[in-house]
């Protein structure tokens, strides 16, 4: 069952690759782009039999492994839900 | 004319149980009110708790700061500003401090590391010197602990991070493993930089009227209440209820490093300051409190990172990479020009008053009015109760039931993570960038050219917890001891020294008597070397759930030689060279690694007679000058047979060793393995060796040729029970140690 997990800097983090981003953007001529955020996304093949096993996988991955819950915030869809 | 500070809709109720939250005592939210005759504001109450934290007013310790020596005639600025400043000659004066960031390293690893890099690199900047080395003092908990390989990683990853972007070499430093740092790791990072003498900036605001400038990134949530989380002790909820944590960007502390030294040559800044703890509060009102004056900000222009940010916010962030500025007046388009060209905004947010009192207006209202004093002098301080703790620890002599066999026993010792090669660590580490490093990582100390003179500095810091745990007075002295004879063995003399005491909970008596013993330790050998004390930190609150760390002064010397090309290494340089041993005193198995791996508490530590440590120093000094002496080396962990083997280490050929201790001597594991004393092995030309006696001699010292340097690369201490063995073998267990753990070999 295929997971997708977007990994993205939590919310009032200072996010130094996003601001490179947004910096680059405007001097390029994009002067109505802010608020950049990098962040990044996965994309797992879980064996389960279920969506609500996988995304019970899903969740201990992330926590242990694939975001970090002190600067990271996550969120993941799977397939058939 | 004063207006009364307002509250602002939706803010929090201030009453005690308020003040409770935020860490204040009842009698410290009685005296708030008493300084400032009314009930504090919500904004005025976060000011107060962050400035009366521990760890921005120091009230625990000031007190006995007091006892150590700052003066002497080298010494350029003393404790007062963002660092300390020595003479080291030719023009240059040499601006260094010392900084704990354990707290957020434990949180988040690599940003708590990477952030604390940053902080000390400001404190040096900020004095308008740049900045020229980092060196750090690490403590991890057992290597066979859950999250040590985590947390390892993480911190070293994060120094590595932030140093190699900013373009500042690390050049030296230690890591230790020990089961009492399971659940309080320690992160010391040391910064040195160099000014022209005469050149330096002060953070003394002067001149009612000259405004006040933010330079830097702009403000978000971040570290809100670090200060205050610093002085307090970890539980399971403040795992829960930590804050934002703060994010480094090497990349603008780069262009900060290079626009405020730029800014400094145009004569335009009066004062700067890093925003550290407690941010904007401290930055400002601690400038103002210098040069007894006042300031006025108007939060309304403080550049933000998001919307919606309350003066109580604003005020208590701990964005990393700002700095303020006080500059004259009429010239903050000079400055404001140079910030431009580097990409930095520099913003008018304030300026400077003549009525002592500290005042910030948020949407055209006064938020917070406090009497200037009330921040910074007339905080509160505590001559907190100190008693010897009731358990002694066992001071019979430590004596093994049974000593493992020589050879096994050098052999575990090589692989103790605590002795092995921190190749894993150092390699990580950028040691060379700006060209000065004469000696990096892997020696005894560092050595940094000064560009354009002859001169050079060494750099070491060093700590030793269990010997602090046995006595906290004599470890600290012996840890003195240990850095000053790490310089010296490089060839330089000790000049200066910068401490960061980390200790538990000061409200705890025996760790309040841990630390006052561990400062007059630290004065004793400070005098006695004559290299005061120009800087340092206090890290309290070290301990999880009732347990404290074992009491750990962090110390940093720096060392002044003449001529850069009389550095000394640690290695055997040509067989045939003579090996000799100096020593101050008898080595002991107390507090030793070998006491750690096999087992063995307690134990004395021997006395320390810091006349002859300073005689020790002069002796290894004036042979560096001379140029009698070809390597030089500490007895460190491990003792005399593991100093030996990393002597031969020698990076461009392995060497050999064959030793002879008298019959005393043979396979005694404290003689082969104690520690304690102040011992250097030494080798030296042939020819040589009676100059070299006369040297150490002269001075009273024992002096003795134990063996001579060989071209087989073998290990042969003492007949026919001693120690032989293949050099090359014990130097891959030495290097792989750490990689083999991490691997997740056992």
Redesign the interface.
């Known amino acids: 069952m295929q997971v997708r997990v977007f990994v993205t800097p939590r919310k009032g983090i200072l996010d130094p690759q996003g601001r490179a981003v947004e910096s680059s953007l405007q001097s390029l001529g994009f002067k109505n782009v802010s608020g950049v955020k990098v962040g990044k996304y996965i994309l797992l093949e879980v064996e389960a039999r279920t969506a609500s096993e996988a995304r019970d996988e899903a969740k201990k991955m992330c926590e242990a492994l694939l975001a970090n819950p002190v600067i990271e915030d996550y969120r993941f869809e799977v397939d058939g839900e | 004319m004063s207006e009364r500070p307002v509250s602002i809709p939706g803010e929090p109720k201030v009453d005690l149980e308020q003040a409770r939250a935020h860490g204040l005592a009842p009698d410290e939210y009685r005296k708030i009110e008493q300084t400032i005759g009314r009930t504090p504001t919500y904004t005025e109450l976060g000011v107060f708790s962050v400035m009366w934290s521990e760890h921005c007013s120091y009230k625990s310790s000031r007190r006995h700061l007091r006892k150590l020596p700052s003066k002497s005639e080298l010494v350029v600025q003393g404790p007062g500003e963002n660092a300390g400043a020595i003479d080291v000659g030719d023009g240059w004066a040499a601006v260094f401090k010392i900084e704990s960031h354990n707290h957020p390293s434990f949180?988040?690893p690599y940003?708590g590391a990477a952030t604390g890099v940053g902080g000390i690199l400001r404190d040096i900047f900020t004095m308008g010197a740049r900045p020229v080395a980092s060196m750090n003092s690490l403590k991890f908990g057992s290597f066979e602990h859950p999250r040590t390989r985590y947390l390892l990683g993480g911190v070293v990853g994060g120094i590595g991070g932030y140093g190699n972007c900013v373009g500042v070499p690390t050049v030296a430093g230690e890591v230790m493993f020990d089961a009492a740092y399971n659940a309080n790791i320690l992160v010391n990072a040391f910064c040195l930089g160099l000014v022209r003498k005469g050149e330096m900036m002060s953070a003394k605001a002067r001149g009612p009227g000259n405004p006040v400038l933010y330079v830097g990134?702009a403000t978000?949530?971040?570290g809100i209440h670090g200060a205050s989380m610093a002085s307090a002790e970890f539980d399971k909820e403040s795992e829960a209820k930590?804050p934002?944590?703060?994010?480094?960007?090497p990349?603008?502390e780069k262009l900060l490093i290079e626009a405020c030294l730029e800014a400094g040559k145009t004569g335009a800044i009066v004062a700067i300051q890093d925003m550290g703890a407690a941010g904007l509060t401290s930055s400002s009102s601690e400038m103002a409190s210098h040069g007894g004056l006042g300031i006025e900000l108007d939060l309304d222009k403080v550049p933000l990172?998001?919307a919606g940010l309350t003066p109580y916010e604003i005020l208590l962030s701990e964005?990393?990479e700002r700095m303020l500025i006080v500059a004259e007046r009429g010239r903050e388009a000079e400055l404001q020009a140079v910030f431009e060209k580097w990409d930095l905004h520099a913003v008018v947010i304030g300026h400077v008053t003549e009525d002592q009192r500290w005042r910030t207006r948020w949407r055209g209202q006064v938020v917070a009015d406090i009497p200037i004093g009330a921040l910074a002098d007339d905080a509160p301080i505590y001559d907190r109760p100190a008693a010897a703790p009731k358990i002694q620890p066992q001071t019979k002599p430590a004596i093994a039931a049974k000593h493992p066999e020589t050879a096994k026993a050098i052999r575990a010792l090589l692989d103790s993570p605590n002795i092995a090669s921190k190749k894993w660590v150092y390699r990580q580490y950028d040691s060379i960038v700006q060209s000065n490093t004469v000696l990096g990582p892997g020696s005894d100390g560092a050595v940094l050219r000064i560009k354009n003179s002859r001169r050079a500095i060494a750099l070491k810091v060093d700590s030793n917890p269990r010997a602090c745990a046995l006595d906290p007075y004599l470890g600290a002295v012996g840890t003195v001891c240990e850095a000053a004879r790490n310089v010296a063995c490089a060839g330089a003399r000790p000049v200066g020294i910068t401490n960061c005491l980390n200790y538990g909970n000061p409200e705890r008596p025996e760790v309040m008597w841990q630390f006052i013993r561990g400062v007059e330790g630290l004065r004793d050998a400070s005098i006695a070397f004559g290299a005061p004390v120009v800087s340092g930190n206090v890290s309290f609150y070290n301990e999880t759930e009732g347990h404290p760390i074992p009491p750990t002064p962090t110390i940093a010397v720096l060392g002044v030689m003449i001529d850069v090309a009389k550095h000394v290494t640690q290695f055997f340089k040509n067989p045939g060279d003579v090996i000799a041993l100096v020593r101050t005193a008898a080595p002991s198995i107390a507090a030793s690694e070998y006491a750690a791996i096999f087992g063995i508490d307690g134990g004395r530590l021997g006395a320390i007679d810091l006349a002859r440590e300073a005689a020790l120093v002069e002796g290894l000094v004036e042979g560096a000058e001379q140029g009698l002496i070809k390597s030089a080396h500490d007895i460190a962990e491990g003792g005399l047979a593991v100093a030996l083997a990393e002597a031969c280490f020698n990076p461009r050929a392995i060497l050999g060793a064959e030793v002879e201790l008298g019959r005393a001597g043979n396979a005694d594991a404290v003689v082969f393995f104690g520690e304690g004393a102040s011992t250097v092995v030494l080798s030296i030309a042939k020819r040589d060796a009676a100059r070299v006696e006369s040297l150490f001699a002269g001075r009273g010292l024992e002096f003795a040729v134990i063996g001579r340097v060989t071209a087989e690369p073998r290990l042969k201490i003492g007949a026919a029970a001693g120690l032989d063995e293949d050099v090359a073998e014990l130097q891959r267990i030495y290097e792989d140690a750490i990689p083999r753990r991490l691997r997740g070999g056992d």
Request: aromatic share 4%; no cysteine; net charge negative.
């Open positions: 949180v988040e940003q990134s978000g949530r971040d930590r934002a944590v703060q994010v480094g960007d990349f603008t990172r998001e964005s990393q």
